[in-house]
């Protein structure tokens, strides 16, 4: 399995509470997501980046931010959490964009 | 990327082969196959893609039809740990030029279960 760890994996959170969720990759690749998972929506794409300090929007953005100040580290923020922003979190790499994506092990997110 | 439809369900039996099915009509020719699959609170785990030959690899097979508007999956001795939601994917590769930054489309997937 690709070496990709995110932390932490469990977090039951208030609302308006900032929260940032890490994915670590022993990997050295250059490509890192954040997706979302929820009932009915399949998985979804909240940021990516291309390199260090190089980030994009993917397509539920909205409420999020994201940091790659190292190439094994993305982290993604929630500025102020919402209970529609509880969802399992899935980070996931790649060498190049459009080459095959590998996952890590997901946070469970949980807004109160 | 193009649409592809999978059955909702399938079943299996232990040690024997599943074979998951994937229709992919509208696929372009820049467009590859890939599966992947989730097993429950788990990440999705890549398993295999192909462009249009056949592939195999330590987990499975693909066959992909010569018109490659559908594939198949094939897990040759399925197990109980097989047991997982399965994807197929279509989407360009990285030489496709224009806006893609990647992202990957997963559709509902087949629930595959195997049973003793």
């Known amino acids: 399995d690709a070496g990709i760890t995110q932390s932490p994996r469990h977090k039951v959170t208030e609302t308006g509470t900032p929260v940032t969720l890490r994915c670590h990759q022993t990997?050295?690749?250059?490509?890192m997501y954040w997706y979302r998972q929820d009932p009915g929506h399949g998985l979804r794409l909240i940021h990516y980046s291309y390199g260090v300090k190089d980030t994009d929007k993917g397509e539920v953005s909205d409420g999020y931010s994201v940091s790659r100040s190292k190439t094994e580290d993305f982290l993604l923020t929630l500025e102020s959490a919402t209970s529609s922003q509880t969802s399992v979190y899935f980070c996931a790499i790649s060498i190049r964009v459009g080459e095959t994506q590998y996952f890590g092990p997901g946070t469970r997110l949980l807004v109160l | 990327d193009a649409k592809t439809t999978q059955p909702p369900s399938m079943d299996c039996a232990e040690g024997r082969a599943a074979n998951l099915p994937c229709n992919h009509s509208t696929i372009s020719g820049n467009e590859y196959v890939y599966w992947y699959r989730q097993i429950h609170s788990q990440g999705p785990q890549y398993i295999i893609h192909g462009l249009k030959n056949n592939e195999t690899n330590e987990m499975a097979s693909l066959i992909i039809t010569e018109d490659r508007k559908s594939s198949t999956l094939i897990l040759p001795h399925a197990t109980l740990r097989d047991t997982a939601v399965y994807y197929c994917i279509v989407r360009a590769d990285s030489n496709a030029g224009g806006t893609s930054y990647g992202k990957l489309t997963f559709g509902q997937g087949t629930i595959l279960t195997v049973h003793p």
């Open positions: 990997e050295n690749h250059r490509y």
